[in-house]
Every structure is written in C-alpha cells, then in structure tokens.
C-alpha cells in the first residue's frame, strides 16, 4: 500500500469511530492527520506503516518527535497486515508514545513498539 492509501484507510478508520478527518500529510505540520469526535476532541495523527511484529519500532523525524513532546492531542497510528494480511492499526496516544521512546540519533527518535506499549 502506498502512502497516500495507507492515509486514506487511516481516514476511513476514523470515519467509521464517528470522527471527520482529513489528510494534512503535504502542509508539513508534523503530522498526517487533523480528525475530530462529535464532541469537538481532536487528534492530530502521525501515520507510519510498520512490518509488525518483525520489527517493534518506528522511527519520527525530529519535528514529529517534538509534536508529541509539546501537544497532548497527537496520536502515532501503526498501519500493518495481520498474519491473515488483514491490514490493522495500532493507536498510541501521546502518553505511550513518549513512555516508548529512545533517541539513536540526534535527527530520529525511535518508538518501541513492545507489547506492554501496544498491547499487541
């Protein structure tokens, strides 16, 4: 799956839990995705597709690391297929996000994706 339909399934995902959300991926915000709930909550979500569980990590850029650092309302979705190859989504909240975290270079900033982060 290519980015902008990693996005898009993302996009759907959302619409089917009762959120609007819309692609910001190309306007260089540090993120993916602007959606909000009925009640006017928002998440602004980092996407990143992942070969789960082969490999627990994901690297964020510098910009993406620091949008999880100063905004609570940022969420990491790891796009991956199932050993079914059924794609499914892995959301990380801001907390679990900086609670995985482990600087490898001063650029990059790896988020482990074990289970008692995930979950999964």
């Known amino acids: 799956?290519?980015?902008?339909?990693?996005?898009?399934?993302?996009?759907?995902?959302?619409?089917?839990?009762?959120?609007r959300a819309k692609d910001v991926?190309?306007?260089k915000k540090g993120y993916d995705i602007e959606s909000i709930d009925k009640k006017?909550?928002?998440?602004?979500?980092?996407?990143?597709?992942?070969?789960?569980p082969k490999r627990r990590f994901v690297d964020l850029t510098q910009s993406?690391?620091?949008?999880?650092?100063?905004?609570?309302?940022m969420w990491l979705y790891v796009?991956?297929?199932?050993k079914s190859e059924k794609w499914k989504i892995i959301k990380l909240d801001r907390e679990k996000v900086?609670?995985?975290?482990?600087?490898?270079?001063?650029s990059?900033?790896?988020v482990?994706?074990?289970?008692?982060?995930?979950?999964?």
Do not use: C, H, Q
């Open 79 to 82: 796009v991956y297929k199932d």
């Open 1 to 19: 799956m290519k980015e902008s339909e990693i996005i898009n399934f993302v996009i759907k995902e959302e619409e089917k839990e009762g959120r």
């Open 112 to 120: 482990s994706l074990r289970k008692e982060i995930t979950g999964v």
């Open 40 to 52: 006017g909550n928002k998440r602004f979500i980092e996407v990143k597709r992942r070969d789960f």
């Open 25 to 27: 991926s190309k306007d």
């Open 64 to 73: 993406e690391f620091m949008n999880f650092v100063r905004n609570p309302a």
């Open 98 to 106: 900086l609670k995985g975290i482990k600087p490898r270079i001063i």
């Open 108 to 110: 990059k900033f790896e």
